[in-house]
């Protein structure tokens, strides 16, 4: 099976895949597939932007094995848990701020020795400063109006100089009105003073008017 970025590797179906961490355990029903020694787990584009913006053609991946993950917006872990087999020797603290999804969450972190479950709202992110260092990733996937705002907060607070953000924007949660290109490069624009941005890839056919921005943290 072919590595295409650290820790992600393509099937023979041209399906996305990561080193299951947890092997035997499922997150989501994805399939297991065994490959010698190890176990590496489908990663789904309809179920996760992330899987979608690497088939997409997303050239940045900044996670690496020994990557700190800031990760808001966790939900039932489904994308963190992809993120957790690839940053295997490192951290994914995980943001929910939804009661019902984080029962599931903690269960998915139980398996998983680099995950740390966080109920919070990440609009409120001195909240868990007790909880984190400062980190090398911060990923997002919040379908807030407020998307950029609560981004910029938490990079602030807990990204690295020189660290990258991968924002997760649905067009419509933030204005419902206008046509998702030009809602994609107002977001785009409010990440300008603190960011350099490196890429903006639509995830078209997998999620309608949804784009994932790549940025480096750069004074
Ligand atoms: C689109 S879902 C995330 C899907 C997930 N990233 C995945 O791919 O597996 C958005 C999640 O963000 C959570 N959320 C919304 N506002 C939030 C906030 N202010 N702080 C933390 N989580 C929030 C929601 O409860 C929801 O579970």
Redesign the pocket.
């Given at each position: 099976m072919k590595e295409i970025y650290p820790g992600v590797y393509l099937t023979e179906g041209d399906r996305l895949a990561t080193v299951n961490l947890a092997p035997g355990r499922r997150v989501?029903g994805e399939r297991l597939i065994a490959d010698g020694e190890r176990e590496l787990r489908e990663w789904n584009p309809a179920?996760?932007?992330?899987s979608a913006a690497l088939l997409k053609g997303l050239k940045t991946l900044p996670i690496e094995r020994k990557s700190s993950v800031l990760?808001?917006?966790?939900?039932?872990?489904?994308?963190?848990?992809h993120v957790s087999d690839i940053a295997a020797e490192g951290r994914v603290f995980s943001?929910?701020?939804?009661v019902?999804?984080m029962s599931k969450l903690i269960e998915v972190c139980r398996d998983r020795e680099n995950m740390i479950p966080i109920l919070?709202?990440?609009?409120r992110p001195e909240v868990y400063a007790p909880l984190l260092e400062e980190v090398d990733v911060i990923?997002q996937?919040?379908?807030?109006r407020n998307q950029a705002e609560?981004l910029l907060k938490n990079s602030d607070l807990y990204l690295k100089e020189g660290g990258h953000i991968l924002l997760?924007v649905?067009s419509k949660s933030i204005d419902s009105t206008r046509k998702a290109g030009s809602v994609i490069s107002d977001e785009v624009a409010k990440l300008k003073d603190l960011f350099r941005i490196l890429e903006v890839v639509d995830l078209e056919p997998y999620e309608k008017d949804h784009a994932m921005i790549v940025a480096v943290k750069a004074p």
């Open positions: 989501y179920r996760s932007k992330l990760y808001l917006g966790a939900a039932t872990g489904t994308t963190a848990s943001v929910e701020s939804s019902t999804p919070a709202d990440a609009n990923y996937d919040i379908a807030q609560i997760a649905k």
